[in-house]
């Protein structure tokens, strides 16, 4: 698995002190009844600081801008630490070797765009923050046929590894080979850079995220187009270790709390993407 930036972290110092209670609590939460353990209680990596994994690649949801991390996960797991009495402190972990970060304690959480599914469940926990899909797209032209994945059968898509979006190609071309066809090719990119293979003649079609796979069509000037309707529609979670039980409760539960002042919402209205928002967390609520 590649890793391209795993020992950066910048640390975003909580503003405001926060009176915290002892309780913590798992499954659903209800708006407006979760509490926090005190910061002693918890079990981190460092005393004090909530160290969170992530890869900074995918805007609006987790980037830098001019060295200082940004995105919708970036302000919500500030807003979470803060509510916890830490730290937040950032750590550049590429995408695959996340889950293998939280599980070794390199990391407290996983807080990157990572789909809740139920291979994932078998490593990591995770508390429900979003809800999204992925997006076909390809460039300009009539691609209608393509809107069915059965013809999708011998072309060439970009995707990134360790990806919903690489195992969306990878699941389409095994039924492919299965029916007799020619497998799809699985040219693999970086987040968001399918479409760059796409212009240079490399991939017939790429997959990315929503909502960044959209923001990428809206902003090409015609250049890339939506292909049918989007994909697996799941939530999105942040992760934690099997044996960080504690620290998972207190997050989803703070999380609960940002959702029902008002701050969850503000945050995805700034970034303009509150078609993903959720009203309760969930643990493992992905299939």
Sequence with gaps: MRRRRALTTVALT?????????????????????????????????A????????PTYPPMEYQENGTYAGVNVEILTDVARRLGLKAQFQDVSFGDLRPAAVSHSIDVIGASMTDKADRQKDVDFVDVFYAGELVLAGPGDHSAWQQPENWCGLRMAAAPDTTEADIVTGQSALCSAAGKP????????????????AAGRADMGVEGLPAGAKMVADSGGKFQAVGKPWQSQPWGYGFAKDRVALRDAVQHALQDAIADGTYDAILEKYGVTDGALRTTAINGGA
């Design 14 to 46: 909580a503003a405001l002190p926060l009176l915290l209670a002892t309780a913590g609590y798992g499954g659903d939460a209800a708006a407006g009844t979760s509490s926090a353990p005190a910061q002693a209680t918890l079990p981190l990596v460092t």
């Design 48 to 55: 004090g600081v909530l160290t969170i994994g992530t890869d």
């Design 183 to 198: 497998a799809i090719s699985l040219v693999e990119v970086d987040y968001l850079k399918s479409a760059d293979e796409i």
